[in-house]
């Protein structure tokens, strides 16, 4: 079963200060994807990152990093320094490439992050 | 280029009603889905379509159907809209499915079941 676990709920941050936002997730897909995905207050979902299964380098944009470790089955996303723009709902994701789960992302439930200045 | 658009942004029904909830998308894509947003519970899938013509369930099927009948457009219809059917509605769209793919989702209608 493929299955994705954000614990936080929410997060509240001082502006300027480092969040990491945790993802947690489940599949027994040789391969497969993962994703972030950003809501603001507008409602909109905002693509992020795709990382592929395969590929554990961890990435950096910007302020933007994430940590991929097979290991512990998480794709951990870091906000440096961070920034009332950033205050929105962050959603992890997982594809696989099987028949049955071919195209459907897993949500998990999302984690609101409120950043004060 | 539009991407994927949905109409309308807001809905307010009566309970037993019924409606379409329009998706539409101008990137030629074979796959387009959609999810339902609730409080706490993230994205779940709907129903979802890998081509014209074809369409499957997803996770939460019951109470809504859809059709694929063009490559553009992917409707969502309510029946006999239910109070637990309120909720955000996100059509998304990416080129073939697979998972590799990202997939594009509309800006969402907001539907109230009374």
């Known amino acids: 079963a493929q299955k994705v676990t954000q614990a936080q709920t929410e997060i509240s941050v001082v502006e300027k200060e480092d969040v990491t936002l945790d993802c947690v997730y489940e599949t027994r897909d040789t391969t497969y994807y993962l994703f972030w995905y950003k809501q603001p207050p507008s409602g909109e979902l905002v693509f992020l990152i795709r990382?592929?299964?395969?590929?554990?380098q961890n990435e950096i944009s910007g302020r933007y990093s994430w940590n991929f470790q097979k290991s512990t089955s998480s794709f951990n996303f870091t906000i440096t320094a961070s920034q009332v723009v950033d205050s929105a709902v962050y959603f992890c994701?997982?594809?696989?490439?099987?028949?049955?789960?071919?195209?459907?992302?897993?949500f998990g439930r999302g984690t609101q992050l409120t950043v004060w200045p | 280029n539009a991407g994927v658009t949905q109409t309308p942004k807001f809905q307010v029904l009566k309970t037993g009603q019924s409606m379409t909830l329009q998706c539409a998308q101008d990137?030629?894509?074979?796959?387009m889905s959609w999810y339902r947003q609730d409080p706490g519970m993230g994205l779940r899938l709907i129903h979802y379509s890998v081509g014209a013509g074809i369409t499957d369930q997803g996770e939460v099927p019951n109470g809504y159907n859809v059709s694929r009948s063009t490559t553009e457009d992917f409707p969502l219809r309510l029946l006999s809209a239910a109070p637990s059917q309120t909720s955000v509605y996100f059509c998304?769209?990416?080129?073939?499915?697979?998972?590799?793919?990202?997939?594009?989702f509309g800006p969402g209608t907001r539907l109230l079941v009374l």
């Open positions: 994701a997982l594809s696989g490439d099987r028949g049955s789960t071919l195209g459907r992302l897993y």
């Open positions: 990137m030629n894509h074979e796959y």
């Open positions: 998304a769209s990416s080129p073939s499915g697979q998972g590799e793919e990202t997939q594009y």
């Open positions: 990382r592929n299964s395969f590929d554990e």
